[in-house]
């Protein structure tokens, strides 16, 4: 199997097959497993095997076939499945620290997991936020007691690249162990893991369903952090995946490296298009030669990416305007997906963050997120120039 090249490993990678020799991989949708003797209870519940379970809520095949998958293509040893994304960041982080601990996080992420780092503070964890794009702030932020950082490799929704090589090598000099939310670079171009993360977080929900249709997350690390560490938190907690969601991701795999590779080739086509539009007052895309981390995103990705970011003249009644005349692109605040989906952070995933923040974090009221599918590049074209036409 090391031998295998990625689209390989995605088909058949953690497959494992009953007494039936089914061809696509078995759901297997039970709550509870049976035991032939109560001895064999026993020795489970002191310690499980590879394929040997207990509970669903403990682990399941079909999730087990998940996991051992992504993390495969990932290149960690283990991974952890979730019930959806945020439980994934949320297991990733609360499992590690307590009070009087202290994270160091990039201060550009998603408004749900600025949401969990305010809740660690509650509970006593100390939280420094620093913009991700300067290592000096790194430098500066990360102490001997740093239990660990938290980033995005590519923040939601400005698309700034965060230095991975360098955040890490800052990180561990302090012992402080690195958590990267991989989203908006994907399994088909991270190199996470190579450039120095420790664990690596993926939404499911995004690129590896990419067809809208179920919730999941996963967290991909050493055996010894998903078994020692985030296992036991989540048992008890209650966020795994169910078997049938497991299912979903499994076949979206076989078909994710071609996806994305569509999709970012139409997120290129788009962002260049949009460029010098005169509605459009700056494009955001890490393949554009005009992006500020362009260079560091072709050596740590290969690509742009498949979400393209742009500020519309004329704020929210522009964006508005252009949103509601699109015909393909559909308003969702979802991403990932093999539709054209487009929204307006201000006013949905981020529209709790106060003005301020979102004015320093460039969430302008202009600012519309762009996820590309894998529809025909000129329709897609076609579309959002006839949308631009009306503002």
Not at 365 to 373: A, D, F, I, N, T
């Amino acid at each position: 199997m090391t031998d295998w090249k990625t689209r390989t490993k995605l088909v058949h990678t953690g497959a494992r097959r009953s007494q039936y020799g089914e061809m696509s991989e078995a759901i297997f949708l039970t709550q509870g497993f049976v035991y032939d003797t109560a001895e064999q209870a026993e020795a489970r519940f002191i310690k499980t095997g590879e394929d040997e379970f207990i509970y669903a809520r403990y682990g399941n095949p079909t999730v087990r076939m998940f996991e051992d998958r992504i993390a495969a293509i990932e290149g960690t040893e283990d991974a952890f499945a979730t019930a959806s994304g945020m439980a994934a960041v949320n297991a990733a982080l609360t499992s590690l620290v307590k009070a009087g601990d202290h994270v160091v996080a990039a201060r550009a992420l998603f408004g749900s997991c600025l949401y969990i780092l305010e809740i660690l503070g509650r509970f006593g964890v100390e939280v420094t936020l620093v913009d991700g794009t300067d290592l000096s702030q790194w430098e500066g932020a990360v102490r001997e007691d740093t239990k660990a950082v938290f980033l995005e490799s590519v923040s939601n929704p400005t698309l700034e690249v965060i230095d991975l090589k360098s955040v890490s090598a800052i990180a561990h000099a302090k012992g402080a162990l690195v958590i990267v939310d991989n989203v908006f670079a994907t399994p088909t171009f991270s190199r996470a893991v190579e450039l120095g993360a420790d664990v690596v977080v993926y939404s499911a929900t995004k690129h590896i369903d990419g067809s809208g249709r179920c919730l999941g997350g996963v967290i991909c690390g050493t055996t010894d952090y998903i078994r020692k560490v985030v296992e036991p938190y989540l048992k008890h907690t209650g966020g795994a995946m169910s078997p049938f969601n497991a299912w979903v991701m499994l076949k979206g795999m076989e078909t994710l490296d071609l996806r994305v590779r569509a999709q970012a080739a139409n997120a290129q086509g788009v962002a260049e298009a949009l460029e010098g539009h005169p509605a459009v007052s700056q494009v955001l895309y890490p393949g554009l030669k005009s992006h500020a981390q362009h260079a560091l995103a072709m050596e740590q990705m290969g690509a742009g990416g498949t979400v393209v970011s742009f500020d519309l003249e004329g704020g929210k009644e522009a964006a508005f305007r252009f949103l509601n005349a699109l015909e393909i692109v559909k308003i969702s605040n979802n991403l990932g997906d093999a539709k054209s989906i487009i929204t307006h952070p201000a006013t949905t995933t981020h529209q709790r963050l106060p003005e301020d923040q979102k004015a320093l974090l460039g969430i302008t009221p202009g600012l519309v997120r762009l996820s590309l599918g894998i529809e025909d590049l000129e329709d897609i074209l076609a579309d959002i120039r006839g949308a631009l036409s009306v503002i």
